[in-house]
């Protein structure tokens, strides 16, 4: 007889992004002895940008969540999973909804952002006349049995806006995926420091302040900007009208960020809010240091001032570190990140957070 905890998770597409890093990361690691695991993917399989090797994936090849209710729900009746984890909020809140039908199943829903910032940089939405009258986005996370944040400040921002039992939001940070590569100690720059950003392009991640900030340095210095997003014009726009096209990259995508990141002095994070940034996480992983605006998130749990970069408060303290000219030990910046948020920790921590959901 099989005792294997069943686990789903689902996500909207395999696009490259945070939630799909960290889901895919976490399907592939969970110990496989004591979980059966199956990844359904909304989108389609072409769209895919990550290894799935070794894992059971299902696509149901729809264009949208919405379109894919219908397999999601067949599958559910087929197969009776004890766990399903879902991500990235649209997501979340259908699945809370169909959580109605399935009373013996344990729903989670893994929460990406900190909502009250957030939605300051995104264009308000028409809501439908069902959406006027039912708030739906309540109902379907009131109704999910656990929500995963992935920082103390998530935590509290989710908890402003749904009046939900606290006991049911549990704080799992995102683990780290990559311990093999590592920044050499000592760069040959010709004395051009060397930043990068990696993220979607979007008014939130704040690219373009960091256009801005740069346009002041007076040391000579290349900025790669790894990213696609719909705010990508504005960005290249930007680059244009601060006259530093000959001084920055831009690549729209790559299959291997570490690669980049260990070419490169420090990472800036010019974000405005995280939930907990992955790309920033890498970067120290990797050994290279950050200078990030201490943002709400999750970003000032991984940053320690002095230890593996700098977390700053406005543009002009932002400026100044970039210009600090200490050595930094790539060794060391690795080693603080990978103590505190280690694969073996936070695959733990799902496992035991499902194991308590079922009462096992």
Same mark, same amino acid.
């Given at each position: 007889m099989d005792n294997k905890t069943k686990v789903f998770f689902i996500l909207p597409t395999l696009f490259a992004g945070g939630a799909e890093r960290v889901i895919t990361f976490v399907s592939k690691n969970l110990d496989k002895t004591k979980f059966d695991v199956t990844l359904i993917v909304i989108g389609f399989e072409k769209d895919n940008k990550y290894d799935v090797s070794?894992?059971?994936?299902?696509?149901?090849?729809?264009?949208?969540?919405?379109?894919?209710?219908?397999?999601?729900?067949?599958?559910?009746?087929?197969?009776?999973?004890?766990?399903?984890? *879902? *991500?990235i909020s649209h997501l979340n809140i259908m699945?809370?909804?169909? *959580?109605?039908?399935?009373?013996?199943?344990?729903?989670?829903?893994?929460?990406?952002?900190?909502?009250?910032?957030?939605?300051?940089?995104?264009?308000?939405?028409?809501? *439908?006349?069902i959406s006027s009258l039912i708030n739906l986005d309540q109902i379907g996370i009131k109704s999910l049995d656990y929500i995963i944040c992935q920082s103390s400040d998530m935590k509290n921002d989710f908890l402003k806006i749904y009046n939900i039992d606290e006991n049911r939001i549990k704080i799992i940070h995102n683990p780290v995926t990559q311990i093999d590569v590592l920044k050499p100690s000592v760069n040959k720059?010709?004395?051009?420091?060397?930043?990068?950003?990696?993220?979607?392009?979007?008014?939130?991640?704040?690219?373009?302040?960091?256009?801005?900030?740069?346009?002041?340095?007076?040391?000579?210095?290349?900025?790669?900007?790894?990213?696609?997003?719909?705010?990508?014009?504005?960005?290249?726009?930007?680059?244009?009208?601060?006259?530093l096209g000959d001084k920055i990259t831009h690549i729209e995508h790559s299959d291997d960020v570490f690669s980049h990141l260990i070419e490169h002095?420090?990472?800036?994070?010019?974000?405005?809010?995280?939930?907990?940034?992955n790309a920033l996480l890498e970067s120290c992983t990797v050994g290279v240091p950050v200078v990030a605006f201490n943002a709400p998130g999750g970003t000032k749990e991984i940053v320690t001032n002095g230890v593996n970069g700098f977390l700053v408060e406005n543009e002009d303290e932002f400026l100044e570190k970039l210009q600090d000219d200490r050595d930094w030990d790539p060794k060391a910046i690795s080693s603080y990140v990978n103590k505190k948020f280690n694969k073996e920790k936070i695959i733990g921590d799902y496992e035991q957070l499902f194991i308590d959901a079922i009462g096992g």
């Open positions: 070794g894992l059971t994936v299902v696509y149901l090849n729809k264009p949208r969540v919405l379109s894919g209710v219908t397999g999601i729900i067949k599958l559910l009746v087929k197969h009776k999973p004890q766990v399903v984890v *879902s *991500s699945m809370g909804l169909i *959580s109605k039908l399935f009373p013996k199943i344990k729903f989670i829903g893994r929460h990406a952002t900190i909502t009250n910032v957030a939605q300051k940089y995104k264009k308000p939405k028409k809501k *439908s006349l720059t010709n004395g051009v420091k060397r930043f990068i950003t990696v993220g979607r392009m979007t008014k939130v991640k704040g690219q373009a302040r960091l256009l801005d900030i740069l346009s002041r340095l007076t040391i000579p210095f290349q900025f790669t900007i790894i990213g696609d997003g719909r705010n990508k014009e504005d960005v290249l726009n930007k680059i244009e009208e601060l006259q002095d420090m990472f800036l994070q010019g974000s405005y809010s995280e939930g907990f940034p």
